[in-house]
Structure formats: C-alpha cells, structure tokens
Antibody
C-alpha cells in the first residue's frame, strides 16, 4: 500500500523560505506526477505544482515566481520550496500522488499525505 | 484558470437519504472531473474520477455523472460516515482547480 510521509518546518517568519519534503513509501515512483497542494479557509484547495521523476515540472502561475519542486529518485522523496512567504501563504500543505491516465493527462490525486500546517509570523 | 462552482455550500440530510451535489465548470472540461471527500482533520480522499468512474475501495452508493459543464455526485443511501465536505476538481488543464466545497450535515 502506497503511503506519503511528509515533514518540514511548520512555523516561519515573513520573508523566509518554506521547505517541505514528502517520502513515497511503497509502490512505484515512476509513472506519476508528484504534487503539492495547499488548503486555507480563504482560498480553499489550491494546486501548487508537480514534478515527475524525470524532472518535468508544472507550476501554478500564481506561485511560479516563488516555487520550486524537486525530486530525488534515489531516496524516493520530493520537495517543495516556497520563497518569501507572507501571511497569505499560511495553510495546510499536502503532498499527493497524481495518477496519469493512459492518454497522458492527469487522472486524479489518488494518494495524499497527512498534511503539514504552516504558520507565518511577522 | 477554469473556475469550478459548487452548489449548495451546505446540504442537510438524514441517514438513508439520497443526496446530490452539483459542480459547474466555467468552460468545457470533457469528463476531466474528480470528486473528493474530506473529513475534519484529514486529507481529501478520492471518490470519483473521470466524472463517473468509482475509485477502488469506494462504496458503490457513490456515483457521478456529467451533463455538459455540469457534474453531479450522488450518494444513494447516506451512511453516518458520509457526513463530510465534498469537493470537485478539474483535471482538464493546469492550474488544476477545485470547487469551494459542499458540506453534508445531519
């Protein structure tokens, strides 16, 4: 059974860089896009971006200037960095597996991590 | 970005009821629509993908359908464990977007 185990700093100061990592336990690491999402009361669920094992990445344009998603295939990890955080970045951050359909498009986010609450103080 | 609009924002039901959630896309997305259930303090859980395909392990009382840019999720015979918030999500194009959710309440 595939599980995603995520960790990272949950308390940041304004202008710092958010850094989270997600480990893929079980299953295949290839053939999927590894994804970060966040959820806040104000913005709801928001897709941040994704990367596959080859380093092909897609980002939400609203965050693209500040986001980096990287993959370490040897460790079966993927990571999120979000620079220059503000109070608007306070949210629950989730890592997730994006299942890809045979036609090559995203099918769904079928496995999720438990989430990391990120708080930003001034 | 494709806007996903869910209605209503909350829904009251009793155990055994048939309930329907609605989601509308701001443009055509074919059948690239997924439904998730989220309980308090938990991550979302995939129920339906590709508008009407049941995710493995999800009870058959959940079903999905599409009519143009309108999508529905139906629970036939609500169970106590179904009281939660339900979200739709389009997988047609990036940035992938979610509806604001419908809360199913007793």
């Amino acid at each position: 059974q595939v599980q995603l185990q995520q960790w990272g700093a949950g308390l940041l100061k304004s202008s710092e860089t958010l850094s989270l990592t997600c480990a893929v336990q079980g299953g295949s690491f290839s053939g999927y896009y590894w994804t970060w999402l966040r959820q806040s009361p104000g913005k709801g669920l928001e897709w941040i971006g994704e990367s596959n094992q080859s380093g092909s990445r897609n980002y939400n344009p609203s965050l693209q200037r500040r986001v980096t998603i990287s993959v370490d295939t040897s460790k079966r990890w993927f990571s999120l960095k979000l620079s220059s955080v503000t109070a608007a970045d306070m949210a629950m951050y989730y890592c997730a597996r994006a299942r890809i359909a045979a036609a090559g498009h995203l099918e769904a986010f079928d496995i999720w991590g438990r989430g990391t609450m990120v708080t930003v103080s001034s | 970005d494709i806007q996903m609009t869910q209605s209503p924002s909350s829904l009251s039901a009793s155990v055994g009821d048939r309930v329907t959630f609605t989601c509308r896309a701001s443009q055509t997305i074919s059948t690239y629509l997924n439904w998730y259930q989220q309980k308090p303090g938990r991550a979302p859980n995939l129920l339906i993908y590709d508008a009407s395909s049941l995710q493995s392990g999800v009870p058959s009382r959940f079903s999905g359908s599409r009519s143009g840019t309108y999508f529905t999720l139906t629970i036939t015979g609500v169970q106590p464990e179904d009281f939660a918030t339900y979200y739709c999500q389009q997988s047609f194009s990036t940035p992938y977007t979610f509806g604001q959710g419908t809360s199913l309440e007793i």
